[in-house]
Protein backbone atom coordinates (compact mmCIF):
# COMPACT_ATOMS: atom_id res chain seq x y z
CA UNK A 1 0.00 0.00 0.00
CA UNK A 2 1.14 3.37 -1.11
CA UNK A 3 1.74 6.08 1.60
CA UNK A 4 -1.08 8.61 -0.84
CA UNK A 5 -3.11 7.05 -3.70
CA UNK A 6 -5.03 9.17 -5.56
CA UNK A 7 -7.95 7.92 -8.02
CA UNK A 8 -9.34 9.45 -10.64
CA UNK A 9 -10.06 12.71 -8.85
CA UNK A 10 -11.56 16.28 -11.02
CA UNK A 11 -12.42 19.52 -9.71
CA UNK A 12 -14.43 22.18 -11.33
CA UNK A 13 -14.90 25.89 -11.13
CA UNK A 14 -17.96 26.32 -13.05
CA UNK A 15 -17.38 25.37 -16.67
CA UNK A 16 -13.38 25.13 -15.86
CA UNK A 17 -12.30 21.69 -15.11
CA UNK A 18 -9.18 22.47 -13.34
CA UNK A 19 -8.43 18.77 -12.16
CA UNK A 20 -8.99 16.52 -14.67
CA UNK A 21 -9.31 12.48 -13.44
CA UNK A 22 -5.75 12.71 -12.11
CA UNK A 23 -4.53 9.28 -10.83
CA UNK A 24 -1.35 8.66 -9.34
CA UNK A 25 0.64 6.80 -5.82
CA UNK A 26 3.11 8.44 -3.95
CA UNK A 27 5.52 5.66 -3.73
CA UNK A 28 8.83 7.87 -3.34
CA UNK A 29 10.09 10.56 -0.46
CA UNK A 30 9.68 13.32 -2.88
CA UNK A 31 7.37 14.43 -5.77
CA UNK A 32 7.18 17.56 -7.46
CA UNK A 33 4.39 18.89 -9.20
CA UNK A 34 4.86 21.29 -12.15
CA UNK A 35 3.28 22.87 -14.88
CA UNK A 36 2.62 26.18 -16.61
CA UNK A 37 0.26 28.74 -15.09
CA UNK A 38 -3.04 27.42 -14.58
CA UNK A 39 -2.27 23.49 -14.88
CA UNK A 40 -4.18 22.79 -11.86
CA UNK A 41 -1.02 22.35 -9.36
CA UNK A 42 -2.11 24.74 -6.66
CA UNK A 43 -6.00 22.83 -7.03
CA UNK A 44 -4.85 19.78 -6.54
CA UNK A 45 -2.60 20.27 -3.36
CA UNK A 46 -5.52 21.92 -2.29
CA UNK A 47 -7.15 18.60 -2.77
CA UNK A 48 -5.31 16.48 -0.90
CA UNK A 49 -5.04 19.20 1.87
CA UNK A 50 -8.49 19.29 2.41
CA UNK A 51 -9.18 22.82 1.49
CA UNK A 52 -10.77 21.72 -1.53
CA UNK A 53 -13.32 18.19 -2.15
CA UNK A 54 -13.68 16.34 -5.37
CA UNK A 55 -16.42 17.81 -7.52
CA UNK A 56 -19.48 15.81 -6.48
CA UNK A 57 -20.23 14.11 -10.08
CA UNK A 58 -20.42 10.27 -10.46
CA UNK A 59 -18.42 8.48 -12.95
CA UNK A 60 -20.10 5.39 -14.76
CA UNK A 61 -18.29 2.02 -15.79
CA UNK A 62 -20.60 0.39 -18.66
CA UNK A 63 -23.20 -0.89 -19.98
CA UNK A 64 -23.12 -4.21 -19.23
CA UNK A 65 -25.42 -7.06 -20.55
CA UNK A 66 -25.90 -8.31 -17.01
CA UNK A 67 -26.56 -7.49 -13.77
CA UNK A 68 -23.49 -10.33 -12.19
CA UNK A 69 -21.04 -8.17 -15.26
CA UNK A 70 -21.51 -4.92 -13.82
CA UNK A 71 -21.11 -6.43 -10.27
CA UNK A 72 -18.38 -8.02 -10.76
CA UNK A 73 -16.97 -4.56 -12.60
CA UNK A 74 -17.75 -2.97 -9.40
CA UNK A 75 -15.54 -5.62 -6.89
CA UNK A 76 -13.03 -4.72 -9.24
CA UNK A 77 -13.07 -0.87 -8.70
CA UNK A 78 -13.46 -1.60 -4.79
CA UNK A 79 -10.26 -2.75 -5.49
CA UNK A 80 -9.04 -0.22 -7.19
CA UNK A 81 -9.98 2.25 -3.97
CA UNK A 82 -12.68 3.59 -5.92
CA UNK A 83 -15.98 4.66 -4.14
CA UNK A 84 -18.72 2.83 -5.84
CA UNK A 85 -22.30 4.26 -4.96
CA UNK A 86 -24.24 1.73 -6.93
CA UNK A 87 -25.13 -0.69 -9.62
CA UNK A 88 -28.21 0.09 -11.59
CA UNK A 89 -30.18 -0.49 -14.56
CA UNK A 90 -31.10 1.91 -17.05
CA UNK A 91 -32.64 0.67 -20.57
CA UNK A 92 -32.52 -2.33 -19.56
CA UNK A 93 -28.57 -2.49 -19.36
CA UNK A 94 -26.26 -1.82 -16.16
CA UNK A 95 -23.89 0.38 -14.87
CA UNK A 96 -21.61 1.04 -12.09
CA UNK A 97 -21.81 5.05 -10.60
CA UNK A 98 -18.54 5.74 -8.35
CA UNK A 99 -16.89 8.62 -7.61
CA UNK A 100 -12.74 9.29 -7.42
CA UNK A 101 -10.77 9.11 -4.36
CA UNK A 102 -8.19 10.10 -2.31
CA UNK A 103 -6.59 7.75 0.45
CA UNK A 104 -3.92 8.16 2.84
CA UNK A 105 -2.22 5.19 4.27
CA UNK A 106 -5.28 3.28 3.20
CA UNK A 107 -8.33 5.72 4.57
CA UNK A 108 -10.47 7.31 2.33
CA UNK A 109 -10.53 11.10 2.97
CA UNK A 110 -11.32 12.85 -0.11
CA UNK A 111 -14.50 14.59 2.12
CA UNK A 112 -12.27 15.24 5.34
CA UNK A 113 -12.07 18.67 6.50
CA UNK A 114 -8.49 19.96 6.34
CA UNK A 115 -7.63 19.87 10.27
CA UNK A 116 -8.58 15.91 10.11
CA UNK A 117 -6.22 15.63 7.09
CA UNK A 118 -3.47 17.86 9.09
CA UNK A 119 -4.59 15.48 12.14
CA UNK A 120 -3.39 12.04 10.48
CA UNK A 121 -0.43 13.44 9.40
CA UNK A 122 -0.99 15.15 5.67
CA UNK A 123 -0.08 18.99 6.11
CA UNK A 124 0.10 21.42 3.54
CA UNK A 125 1.95 25.05 4.08
CA UNK A 126 1.42 27.73 2.14
CA UNK A 127 3.31 30.19 -0.98
CA UNK A 128 1.50 33.00 0.86
CA UNK A 129 3.40 33.11 4.23
CA UNK A 130 0.53 33.20 6.98
CA UNK A 131 2.22 33.36 10.21
CA UNK A 132 0.85 34.92 13.51
CA UNK A 133 2.54 38.06 13.61
CA UNK A 134 2.10 38.88 16.98
CA UNK A 135 3.66 35.95 18.32
CA UNK A 136 7.23 34.87 17.97
CA UNK A 137 8.55 32.49 16.07
CA UNK A 138 9.03 30.06 18.92
CA UNK A 139 5.62 30.52 19.97
CA UNK A 140 4.38 29.96 16.41
CA UNK A 141 5.93 26.84 16.66
CA UNK A 142 4.51 25.63 19.35
CA UNK A 143 0.64 26.15 17.97
CA UNK A 144 1.62 24.07 15.25
CA UNK A 145 3.08 21.31 17.58
CA UNK A 146 -0.12 20.43 19.54
CA UNK A 147 -1.90 19.51 16.15
CA UNK A 148 0.02 16.00 16.79
CA UNK A 149 1.97 15.92 20.00
CA UNK A 150 5.41 17.01 21.17
CA UNK A 151 7.61 17.61 18.25
CA UNK A 152 11.52 18.79 19.05
CA UNK A 153 11.33 22.69 18.48
CA UNK A 154 14.59 23.22 19.24
CA UNK A 155 15.70 20.69 16.17
CA UNK A 156 13.20 22.13 13.94
CA UNK A 157 14.71 25.67 14.53
CA UNK A 158 18.75 24.75 13.96
CA UNK A 159 17.26 22.25 10.87
CA UNK A 160 15.21 25.95 9.05
CA UNK A 161 18.07 28.35 10.35
CA UNK A 162 15.89 30.41 12.85
CA UNK A 163 17.75 29.72 15.85
CA UNK A 164 19.20 33.07 16.05
CA UNK A 165 15.07 34.67 15.67
CA UNK A 166 13.35 32.34 17.59
CA UNK A 167 12.07 34.63 20.06
CA UNK A 168 11.61 37.73 17.49
CA UNK A 169 7.83 38.73 16.39
CA UNK A 170 6.85 36.57 13.42
CA UNK A 171 5.82 40.13 12.03
CA UNK A 172 9.26 41.63 12.15
CA UNK A 173 10.94 39.15 9.88
CA UNK A 174 11.63 39.68 6.08
CA UNK A 175 10.15 37.58 3.65
CA UNK A 176 13.39 34.92 3.71
CA UNK A 177 12.55 34.50 7.16
CA UNK A 178 9.64 34.24 6.94
CA UNK A 179 9.46 30.98 4.07
CA UNK A 180 11.42 29.68 6.57
CA UNK A 181 9.15 30.10 9.17
CA UNK A 182 6.13 28.40 6.74
CA UNK A 183 8.30 25.32 6.59
CA UNK A 184 9.08 25.13 10.25
CA UNK A 185 5.37 25.37 10.68
CA UNK A 186 4.61 22.27 8.94
CA UNK A 187 7.44 20.16 10.33
CA UNK A 188 6.49 21.42 13.80
CA UNK A 189 3.78 19.05 13.35
CA UNK A 190 5.78 15.92 12.67
CA UNK A 191 3.98 15.46 9.51
CA UNK A 192 3.91 11.82 7.42
CA UNK A 193 3.70 13.94 4.33
CA UNK A 194 4.57 17.67 4.13
CA UNK A 195 2.50 19.27 0.90
CA UNK A 196 5.14 22.82 -0.11
CA UNK A 197 3.28 25.29 -2.34
CA UNK A 198 5.82 26.90 -3.90
CA UNK A 199 8.52 27.27 -1.14
CA UNK A 200 10.79 29.25 -3.00
CA UNK A 201 8.59 31.28 -4.56
CA UNK A 202 9.51 34.85 -4.13
CA UNK A 203 12.98 34.03 -2.94
CA UNK A 204 16.46 35.23 -4.71
CA UNK A 205 18.52 32.69 -6.17
CA UNK A 206 20.89 32.89 -3.24
CA UNK A 207 17.68 32.51 -0.80
CA UNK A 208 16.07 29.44 -2.39
CA UNK A 209 19.42 28.00 -3.05
CA UNK A 210 19.32 27.81 1.25
CA UNK A 211 16.08 26.61 1.65
CA UNK A 212 16.38 24.08 -1.16
CA UNK A 213 19.58 22.84 1.07
CA UNK A 214 17.47 22.52 4.31
CA UNK A 215 14.95 20.78 1.91
CA UNK A 216 17.44 17.92 0.81
CA UNK A 217 18.50 17.55 4.22
CA UNK A 218 14.84 16.66 5.29
CA UNK A 219 14.97 14.12 2.28
CA UNK A 220 17.94 12.79 3.68
CA UNK A 221 16.32 12.42 7.06
CA UNK A 222 13.66 10.27 5.34
CA UNK A 223 10.90 13.78 5.52
CA UNK A 224 8.20 12.85 2.78
CA UNK A 225 7.44 15.61 0.42
CA UNK A 226 5.37 16.44 -2.44
CA UNK A 227 6.33 20.17 -3.67
CA UNK A 228 4.55 22.32 -6.17
CA UNK A 229 6.85 25.30 -7.75
CA UNK A 230 7.26 26.85 -10.93
CA UNK A 231 11.08 27.12 -10.94
CA UNK A 232 11.99 23.63 -12.19
CA UNK A 233 15.60 23.80 -12.62
CA UNK A 234 16.11 24.57 -9.17
CA UNK A 235 13.47 22.32 -7.38
CA UNK A 236 14.15 19.18 -9.73
CA UNK A 237 17.45 17.94 -8.68
CA UNK A 238 16.19 17.38 -4.81
CA UNK A 239 12.84 15.39 -6.34
CA UNK A 240 12.65 11.29 -6.77
CA UNK A 241 9.80 11.86 -9.38
CA UNK A 242 7.67 14.47 -11.32
CA UNK A 243 4.13 14.57 -12.37
CA UNK A 244 3.62 17.37 -15.06
CA UNK A 245 -0.11 18.64 -15.23
CA UNK A 246 -1.47 20.47 -18.52
CA UNK A 247 -5.20 21.83 -18.40
CA UNK A 248 -5.71 19.97 -15.36
CA UNK A 249 -4.51 16.56 -16.73
CA UNK A 250 -1.34 14.48 -16.18
CA UNK A 251 0.60 14.76 -19.00
CA UNK A 252 3.90 12.42 -17.83
CA UNK A 253 5.07 11.25 -14.24
CA UNK A 254 8.40 9.64 -14.40
CA UNK A 255 11.82 10.37 -13.25
CA UNK A 256 13.57 13.83 -13.43
CA UNK A 257 15.92 12.38 -16.29
CA UNK A 258 12.95 11.01 -18.20
CA UNK A 259 10.85 14.32 -18.09
CA UNK A 260 13.47 16.54 -19.46
CA UNK A 261 13.29 14.86 -22.96
CA UNK A 262 9.50 13.86 -22.71
CA UNK A 263 7.75 15.41 -26.08
CA UNK A 264 4.37 16.43 -24.30
CA UNK A 265 6.07 17.88 -21.79
CA UNK A 266 8.28 19.78 -24.39
CA UNK A 267 4.84 21.03 -25.84
CA UNK A 268 3.39 22.23 -22.84
CA UNK A 269 6.05 24.23 -21.51
CA UNK A 270 9.67 23.74 -21.78
CA UNK A 271 10.03 26.47 -24.11
CA UNK A 272 11.28 28.85 -21.07
CA UNK A 273 14.50 29.32 -19.69
CA UNK A 274 14.08 28.53 -16.48
CA UNK A 275 12.48 24.95 -17.29
CA UNK A 276 15.26 24.37 -19.96
CA UNK A 277 18.44 24.99 -17.48
Known amino acids: MSLLEVSEVSRSFGGNRAVDEVSFEMAVNTLAIVGPNGAGKSTLLNLLAGQLHPNREELHHGPFATQPEAEADARELKQKNRVVHRVAERSGQWYVDYRGSIRFRGQEISRWPPWKVARVGMVKTYQIVRPFRSLTVEENLYLFARLRGAANLDEILLET ?41 GLSRFEAAGLLGTLANLKAKGVRMVIVEHRLSEILPIVDRVIALDRGRIIFHGSRDEFYHDPAVRTAYLGSSDAAG
Open 161 to 201: GLEEVRHYPAGSLPFGFLKRLELAKGLATRPDLLLLDEPIG
